[in-house]
């Protein structure tokens, strides 16, 4: 097998579980690999690397350096790059009004289990050893927004007093993007029965795999959608309340299509935190 040699790539940790006595099995997300496992060796116990098991934790962003013939590679080296606003970025502007990204993540409250969330989908849905850039530079921008509400919305409120639309856009945004990223971008465009264009003032019913048609199916599973929504989704605009909880369950609908059977942690432990009325 050919040896792969990464060095000094910018990586962030999606998850990591231990491996034998002293080190570490990590999951790394790298902008131009994809989903990449390592073995972190030494990083545990009483002589252990310590400065390194603190760094090989989630929503860092790290240069790492890599090597190995298989899909499990070893690290050699980590370092934690402080400035993040020097990162690569995703142009969203034109899609939403999201607030600026700031330098850094800092993640706590209903922020931080979102981006458990986020960590969850990129574990299930990332390809490994591929190209991911696009990915990668969404993922920045969302988590700097979810820091930002953070900052703005602190951590000490109980969870229900806590508002819900600033973390829901940023989610709905990634969610739709990161199925375009990944080749299973929705038609949010046009009728695929009459090929006009989606009206605001119409009722559809959205076949997961094909598109919105105006008329019902008949045997194939669909979900109601109104036009109104489609557009919203396609301009990225949530301003709207119906908008936020249609997209919501259409968004959820598609990921399912690709995720399988196996249920999200992190949705479960959303809804034991957060009630049943404020679904991730």
């Not at 919203?232 to 690709?258: P, V, Y």
Request: with cysteine; glycine share 6%.
């Amino acid at each position: 097998m050919m040896r792969i040699n990464l060095d000094n790539k910018s990586a962030i940790v999606l998850h990591h579980y231990n491996y034998r006595d002293s080190s570490l099995i990590v999951n790394f997300f790298l902008s131009d690999f994809g989903k990449v496992s390592a073995i972190a060796r030494g990083v545990k116990g009483k002589k252990s690397k310590q400065n390194q098991f603190a760094l090989l934790q989630p929503f860092q962003m790290l240069s790492v350096s890599l090597t190995g013939k298989n899909e499990l590679l070893i690290l050699k080296s980590i370092e934690l790059i402080s400035d993040l606003s020097s990162e690569s970025s995703s142009d969203l502007s034109s899609e939403s009004s999201f607030e600026p990204r700031s330098p850094g993540w800092n993640l706590s409250g209903k922020s931080l289990y979102c981006a458990y969330y986020l960590n969850e989908l990129l574990l299930r849905l990332l390809p490994s050893h591929t190209d991911c850039g696009e990915i990668f530079a969404l993922y920045d921008q969302i988590l700097s927004i979810l820091s930002y509400n953070s900052n703005q919305y602190g951590s000490d409120q109980h969870p229900a007093q806590q508002t819900s639309i600033q973390y829901e856009v940023p989610l709905r945004m990634f969610e739709l993007k990161l199925l375009e990223y990944l080749g299973y971008g929705l038609n949010l465009s046009h009728d695929i029965q009459s090929e006009s264009a989606i009206d605001d003032k119409k009722q559809y019913y959205y076949i997961i795999d094909a598109g919105p048609v105006e008329n019902p199916p008949g045997d194939t599973k669909y979900l109601a959608i109104s036009g109104q929504t489609l557009n919203d989704l396609a301009n990225g605009q949530f301003s709207e309340q119906k908008t936020l909880q249609e997209s919501k369950q259409l968004l959820k609908w598609a990921l399912a299509e690709h995720l399988g059977n196996k249920p999200l942690k992190s949705r479960e432990l959303f809804r034991q935190l957060y009630c049943s009325t404020a679904k991730v």
